[in-house]
């Protein structure tokens, strides 16, 4: 059984990177995504390298590489002032390199600026249990300069080819059944969207790089929820959480914009 779970995600990776991406007289590309524990990766190639899997993450300002890539194709440390403003914001220190080309499919993305960091999620494999090469972060930085929409239920990326926006009417998507729920770019940029809990108003961010939606639990102890504990921990290393227990539940009057998510079961948690 594991050997045939196995092939089926070797075929799947082969069905993504076959696939045609958009024509370019439409003036934006798909890119189709894999998916890996809840969390998108996208088919990359750095300066000409072969394929490798970006994690897409809205919640990571700059994009990143891991320090093995980034040595093996031999990145020349840049000093991109903007850049290492907003690494050196974070309090750590690693390195910035330069990159001619990033490309995503057909899409140049590059050239562009990536920190070299440590990638745990390296070599961890996925649950048909195969390992691909993950060896990095697609940040906000490319995805705001293409302007990237992430379509979750179909498994794509979508890429503006001329300019920071794309070509699609809103029309379009609540046709398909989508709600509209306006986002905001943060100074530090962060996707944000508004929401509402039993009428009161929060403000959320998106992070696509984190698998459960999660609140702290002071408004767990506001809306008094019927919750259960899991087995499972959360952990943020850049806010200095690791291994938190959590507890999930529904919540009640959970609205983000005017979309109900009363019936949607969430995480509640220590958040940094």
Known sequence: MRWYRRRWVILALGAVLSNS?????????????????????????????????????????????????????????????ATLALVNGTGKKNAVVYARSVKS???????????????AFRTER????????????LGMDFLLKHGAVINCRTGQIFFSREAAKLPLRPERYEQMGFSRIPIRITPRGFVEVEGTVSGSIYSFLINTGFPPTLFTSAIQKRAHPAT????????????GIQNEP?????LPGFK?????????E????QLP
């Open 246 to 250: 959590v507890v999930v539940g529904k």
């Open 126 to 137: 996925s649950k048909a249990q195969v390992t691909f090469d993950k060896e990095g972060v």
């Open 266 to 269: 969430v995480s509640f948690g």
């Open 21 to 81: 991406v958009a024509n370019a007289e439409e003036g934006f590309a798909v890119v189709p995504v894999a998916w890996s524990y809840l969390r998108l990766f996208a088919p990359v190639s750095v300066n000409g390298s072969k394929i490798m899997w970006f994690r897409i993450d809205t919640e990571s300002r700059v994009s990143s590489i891991s320090r093995e890539a980034g040595q093996a194709l031999s990145l020349p440390v840049a000093n991109s002032g």
């Open 228 to 239: 259960h504990r899991i087995p499972f921990l959360v952990s943020f290393p850049h806010g």
């Open 105 to 119: 499919m057909d899409m140049e993305l590059g050239p562009g600026y990536f920190v070299e960091v440590p990638m």
């Open 256 to 264: 983000l914009g005017d979309h109900d998510m009363s019936d949607f």
